[in-house]
């Protein structure tokens, strides 16, 4: 989470007509800071007055061998005017801090960009680790870039020779020496960092006074040396924000406050309930820093005993939360389909990842639609939502929380590994719980006429007594049922509360582009910034295409199958084999084709563009 700062009262909220962004990509071992460095370019981004989007990328080896290409960290950031939605196609600057850095992030580099490599890394035996046989700073292979070979580490020792460091110490330091360079390069100030590492390093005043003598070491260096890389990198189109008080926070944190917020509208307790699995886990250890504030947070021995304890808490009168990747709501299906039959509200949160199985674990992917619409035994319906960008996983928790109260329901929130990392600068609905508290002729299934909702009722309350669990009940006593009648009642019934649902939510509605015309693309999740650039693109071209982005994915929003039949072709654009478009062909029986990736990298606008034309070009 990244500190809040004020806009001055000089902007509109509206963005220049035309925005020149820059994209920077950090990129080294995992031990070299690379996430610290990025983060802190971010925030200082966000204080020059500049829109972003950042995408960092961890390796799954919690500590890979250094030097190997599998050990690489990186953090790429796009920054320019207000209304910057994806992290960049590709980069303008790669900063690299060895061979196997190089070589794994220099395809994310556009011809003509700028390598700032720490040359003195650059030895036989770290170009042996990352499979070069021959230097690449001195074989001609880079000839088409800006190269800037520069011995960081050893500019790093001599700047900070005079804080009483270690050569340990001093060797770490080298990630703010880069910083300080690159904040040269784009005109940065260092006040905030240098003030972030007083008080990150109050304790240890040697090692801040090391860090910020590497800052000013790099930014010095850019003053004075004569590498031409940087003056057409400065002119950056900065946003033009309404005043207030901003924070930059990444999709992960936006959760967090989400959760936070529904214990403050609801006045309910939260308990949030998880086992550690990445990239999950973070959720787990924001909340826990709230230290308590309206959440509990329980850590459980295992993924089946975190469902069952959300679930124990919302049938004792709180609202249980649970959070999870792929492996772990595979774990926890048969506690979901208790939550539906027990009918009682829980929000899950599904922070998705490439699969199968353990996968790819600090990889973005949209693969699991499937197992939230369908992945439970019986007719075990579940409302389904997904956040598209960073400041939507705050809104998309609460409605969770809403519909989940409202109809006495679990709902599946999707997140994805992009939107829990990724940041951006960010800048309040009825949550009220309706517990039954009056005593008397009570049934505990008996509905609500709109919602179909049976009521929440705290076990203790005076005259509600009244039993609960997995087995069929009665549709009426809720008494347990084993008449065959009485469970295809209860099946739809329980089927119809879920349908309901869309009647409260809004509209499908044409989120960029045009109303009707050749090609409509549909999309969910992370994809939404890289989908809505690319319909722009295609539409300043003069091609008539339109863009839907879902929010809610099940029950499918009303008037969605009305939008998409205003054009000639439906193209369902996701990070999957075709998830999102097996559900639309089966509703609506709509020949949709898809444009699927499934690398382990978001969307970029490139590739969606790519994707559009050929479907634009293809004869009906």
């Not at 320019?80 to 992290?87: L, N, P, Q, Y």
């Not at 930014?219 to 940087?230: L, R, Y």
């Not at 929000?347 to 949209?366: C, F, H, L």
Request: glycine letters at 10%; proline letters at 6%.
């Amino acid at each position: 989470m990244l500190e809040t700062h004020s806009t001055p009262p000089d902007g509109s909220g509206e963005s220049p007509a035309a925005q020149h962004a820059a994209v920077v990509r950090f990129a080294g071992d995992s031990g070299d800071g690379v996430q610290v460095l990025g983060t802190e370019f971010a925030k200082s981004s966000a204080l020059a007055g500049h829109g972003l989007m950042t995408f960092p990328e961890f390796p799954a080896e919690i500590r890979a061998p250094a030097g190997t290409t599998f050990g690489v960290s990186a953090y790429q950031i796009q920054f320019g005017g207000g209304d910057v939605r994806i992290h960049g196609e590709t980069a303008d600057v790669l900063v690299a801090f060895n061979p196997a850095a190089l070589k794994t992030n220099l395809s994310a580099l556009r011809r003509g960009g700028t390598i700032i490599a720490d040359q003195g890394t650059f030895t036989a035996r770290n170009l042996d680790k990352a499979g070069y046989t021959e230097n690449p700073l001195e074989d001609g292979s880079l000839d088409g870039y800006q190269v800037a070979p520069i011995d960081i580490t050893r500019l790093t020792h001599e700047a900070v020779a005079d804080t009483g460091v270690g050569r340990k110490q001093a060797t770490r330091s080298k990630n703010f020496w880069a910083l300080g360079l690159v904040y040269w390069m784009f005109g940065r100030k260092r006040g905030s960092t240098r003030d972030w590492l007083e008080r990150r390093f109050a304790a240890m005043p040697e090692v801040a006074a090391a860090n910020i003598a590497a800052l000013d070491g790099g930014h010095i260096f850019g003053e004075t040396s004569e590498i031409d890389v940087a003056p057409a990198h400065k002119p950056v189109a900065k946003a033009r924000p309404k005043p207030g008080t901003y924070r930059t926070v990444t999709g992960t944190d936006a959760v967090v406050y989400g959760i936070a917020a529904v214990a403050a509208f609801s006045g309910l307790r939260v308990t949030y309930c998880s086992y550690p699995i990445t990239p999950a886990s973070a959720m787990l250890h924001g909340l826990a820093r709230l230290k308590g504030k309206g959440v509990q947070t329980f850590q459980a021995e295992d993924e089946i005993a975190a469902a069952g304890a959300a679930i124990g808490a919302s049938y004792a009168g709180e609202l249980g939360v649970v959070g999870s990747s792929g492996p772990g709501i595979a774990l926890k299906a048969e506690s979901l389909s208790l939550a539906v039959a027990a009918e009682l509200p829980l929000v899950v949160i599904d922070v998705q990842r490439a699969g199968p199985s353990t996968g790819m674990p600090t990889k973005p992917e949209q693969a699991d639609l499937f197992m939230a619409v369908y992945g439970r035994h019986g007719v075990s319906p579940m409302p389904v939502f997904a956040p598209a960008r960073v400041e939507d996983c705050f809104e998309v928790v609460i409605r969770a929380a809403q519909v989940a109260m409202t109809y006495m329901t679990p709902v599946m929130v999707l997140s994805d590994a992009y939107l829990a990392n990724a940041a951006q600068p960010w800048a309040l609905p009825d949550l009220a719980p309706r517990f039954r508290t009056e005593a008397g002729a009570f049934q505990p299934f008996e509905r609500d006429a709109e919602t179909l909702a049976r009521p929440w009722a705290v076990p203790g309350t005076p005259g509600l007594a009244h039993r609960i669990g997995g087995l069929e009940r009665a549709a009426d006593s809720g008494n347990i049922s084993y008449d065959p009648d009485n469970h295809a009642r209860m099946t739809a019934l329980r089927a119809e509360k879920i349908d309901r649902i869309a009647l409260d939510q809004p509209p499908a509605a044409v989120t960029s582009g045009v109303p009707s015309g050749d090609v409509i693309v549909l999309g969910w999740g992370a994809s939404y910034g890289a989908i809505r650039a690319a319909t722009e693109e295609l539409c300043e071209d003069g091609h008539t295409v339109g863009h839907v982005h879902l929010t809610q994915l099940w029950p499918l929003p009303r008037g969605l199958e009305e939008v998409l039949r205003r054009y000639r072709k439906v193209v369902v654009a996701e990070l999957n084999t075709g998830q999102l478009r097996s559900i639309i062909r089966g509703q609506y029986l709509i020949d949709a084709q898809g444009l699927n990736q499934v690398t382990g990298q978001p969307f970029t606008a490139g590739t969606v563009a790519a994707g559009l034309r050929a479907a634009l070009e293809e004869k009906p």
